[in-house]
T-cell receptor, first 113, second 114 residues
Framework: GAGVSQTPSNKVTEKGKYVELRCDPISGHTALYWYRQSLGQGPEFLIYFQGTGAADDSGLPNDRFFAVRPEGSVSTLKIQRTERGDSAVYLC???????????FGNGTRLTVT | DQQVKQNSPSLSVQEGRISILNCDYTNSMFDYFLWYKKYPAEGPTFLISISSIKDKNEDGRFTVFLNKSAKHLSLHIVPSQPGDSAVYFCAARGGSYNTDKLIFGTGTRLQVFP
């Protein structure tokens, strides 16, 4: 049974570079969420989609962060001009679209050097 | 502004005894609460939830209690098992109009020893 799949599992990039993180939700799940988790902290909300549209993007920290979900399935989180403070585990989750629970992937660990 | 707080970063319990994990929240607009469990290098896994219209929900060894007047919830695990050793996150839905986002606490690391 396919859960939420995130690729890559690890990403190391240099400060100032552009990165894309991919999320494949559970089949049939209409809602998709992005979170990030820093060491010793809980997951921090970034954005969530209902279908193709962003239903709530209030957690995106600044305009360097952008996410898309063009066909209502796979989503890509894009980070421009990466900074060392962006280093974290980026978690993706999906749900049936009627609210919680959210089902999480194993995350992408992003390290900005 | 931490709207969901888990004030105990760690808890150590003997196998077979009860584990009680606590969570406090500040936003009265939260309408649904969840507990997640997380092992290293894995994503959080949903454990149990409770609606704000209830005060208790039970699922096997896990029970969640909600005290709305105190803005407090707790997770009871009984009996505790070594496999329960993980980080537990409390989460709350909403906090503002018409959103399904979850706000998480900072987690409590539970260690169950033999």
């Amino acid at each position: 049974g396919a859960g939420v799949s995130q690729t890559p599992s690890n990403k190391v990039t240099e400060k100032g570079k552009y990165v894309e993180l991919r999320c494949d939700p559970i089949s049939g799940h209409t809602a998709l969420y992005w979170y990030r988790q820093s060491l010793g902290q809980g997951p921090e909300f970034l954005i969530y989609f209902q279908g193709t549209g962003a239903a709530d993007d209030s957690g995106l920290p600044n305009d360097r962060f952008f996410a898309v979900r063009p066909e209502g399935s796979v989503s890509t989180l894009k980070i421009q001009r990466t900074e060392r403070g962006d280093s974290a585990v980026y978690l993706c989750a999906s749900s049936r679209g009627q609210g919680p629970p959210l089902h999480f992937g194993n995350g992408t660990r992003l390290t900005v050097t | 502004d931490q709207q969901v707080k888990q004030n105990s970063p760690s808890l150590s319990v003997q196998e077979g005894r009860i584990s009680i994990l606590n969570c406090d929240y500040t936003n009265s607009m939260f309408d649904y609460f969840l507990w997640y469990k997380k092992y290293p290098a894995e994503g959080p896994t949903f454990l149990i939830s409770i609606s704000s219209i209830k005060d208790k929900n039970e699922d096997g060894r896990f029970t969640v209690f909600l005290n709305k007047s105190a803005k407090h919830l707790s997770l009871h695990i009984v009996p505790s098992q070594p496999g329960d050793s993980a980080v537990y996150f409390c989460a709350a839905r909403g906090g503002s109009y018409n959103t399904d986002k979850l706000i998480f606490g900072t987690g409590t690391r539970l260690q169950v020893f033999p």
